[in-house]
């Protein structure tokens, strides 16, 4: 595995993404500091708070968001498409995941392998090929066992079901 703070493997879609979403947080702060400026002379409102204050609190976070997103497209690379039946950046994963003691039944879940949740996607849940469950699964094909621990520690096995790719 590649160094994950100096690089994370992407896919293109979220590359485009991170790539849009900094584009629209940096035209938002534009429009947000022009609305600043035009706050200076308004008055504290019922409450006693000034507007101003509430407008430089929701600047400074978009601005981080859109630092955040910034290092991330800084530190993204697009990964090759996945090919075959192996688990890749881009595949779409069922597991049957259980823990190695056998105290719970086996759970099957889907998973989306990509460098990072910040993605976009909603419609399934994201896992890094760096987190605990996505390393174990790299590269595995379907029939596959593989073992990982939680992060609370956790000796968990993960089948790999179906890869979609």
């Known amino acids: 595995m590649s160094d994950q703070s100096s690089s994370i493997r992407v896919t293109a879609q979220t ?25 200076i002379c308004e008055e504290k409102d019922s409450t006693g708070n000034h507007p101003l204050m509430e407008a430089t609190r929701q600047l400074d976070l978009l601005k981080d968001q859109l630092s955040t997103k910034e ?18 950046v881009g595949s779409t994963v069922r597991i049957r995941m259980s823990r190695c003691d056998g105290s719970e039944q086996p759970e099957e ?10 993605n976009g996607r909603n419609d399934v849940q994201v896992i890094t090929p760096y987190a605990p469950l996505g390393e174990a699964i790299m590269g595995a094909k379907p029939g596959k066992k ?18 979609l790719n």
């Open 15 to 39: 590359y485009q993404y991170l790539q849009d979403s900094c584009a629209r947080l940096s035209s938002k702060i534009d429009e947000d500091r022009r609305e600043l400026a035009s706050l």
């Open 71 to 88: 290092i991330l497209l800084a530190i993204a690379h697009v990964a090759p498409a996945p090919v075959g039946d192996k688990v890749a």
């Open 146 to 163: 593989c073992s990982f621990k939680t992060p609370g520690g956790n000796e968990m096995i993960a089948e790999v079901i179906s890869v």
């Open 109 to 118: 879940r889907e998973f989306f392998i990509d460098g990072t949740s910040d």
